[in-house]
């Protein structure tokens, strides 16, 4: 259970590179995406660790930020508004 | 036995992820490291959830682990396909190495393909 934690952290640096170094904006953009699904995946492992429910809830609260975020952001690159 | 299968789902669900993100650092631009990451990520995740969900059974934490997974199988292709449509209109360039374009011969009426490496970093 931790080896698979300390490998999604390892998937979590190589996200973290990608978001510092990459060349344009969307890289990043999709950087962070990536970053925060791992981080759901982390936070699921954790509940089933750990056997505590609510860290479930914080799960689909992260997946559901990360995509807002992400949709946001693309909308603006296209150059729209948000209600467009 | 159910519970084996639990454990082989979550740890070919890790392996997926970190192969997703291996992808996203090696591939040479920015549609394929989106599409490596994306679809890796969104199966990995996908598995490691329902073997959460194989491993707790019909309670809170099972059904809210299939929540999870139905969303994320629902909500990361709609993101991913928005941001590279958004890059398209932003006028990224493709990989130098690439051979056609049908969307922005259809859009633009150009190839959105980079003419040297150096093109493709703005």
């Given at each position: 259970m931790e080896l698979l934690i300390i490998l999604l952290s390892l998937g979590a640096f190589f996200c973290l590179y990608r978001a510092l170094q990459g060349p344009s904006i969307s890289d990043r953009v999709i950087a962070v995406d990536i970053m925060g699904i791992i981080f759901t995946c982390i936070t699921a492992l954790m509940a089933l660790r750990y056997n505590i429910a609510y860290l479930m809830d914080l799960s689909i609260t992260i997946a559901i930020l990360s995509f807002i975020g992400t949709l946001a952001l693309a909308k603006y690159l296209e150059g729209r508004s948000l209600d467009d | 036995m159910i519970s084996i299968l639990g454990w082989i789902f979550i740890v070919v669900g890790v392996i997926f992820d970190l192969l997703g993100c291996l992808g996203l650092v090696r591939f040479p631009?920015?549609?394929?490291?989106?599409?490596?990451?994306?679809?890796?990520?969104?199966?990995?995740?996908?598995?490691?959830?329902?073997?959460?969900?194989?491993?707790?059974?019909?309670?809170?934490?099972?059904?809210?682990?299939?929540?999870?997974a139905c969303f994320i199988l629902l909500t990361m292709p709609v993101a991913a396909h928005a941001l590279s449509r958004g890059s398209l209109h932003f006028g990224i360039k493709m990989w130098h190495k690439s051979i056609i374009d049908k969307y922005g011969q259809d859009k633009f009426g150009k190839n959105l393909i980079a003419d040297n490496p150096d093109e493709e970093k703005q």
């Open positions: - | 631009d920015l549609y394929n490291r989106m599409q490596a990451a994306t679809k890796g990520v969104t199966l990995g995740t996908c598995g490691l959830m329902f073997g959460v969900f194989l491993l707790k059974g019909f309670n809170v934490m099972g059904i809210k682990a299939l929540i999870c």
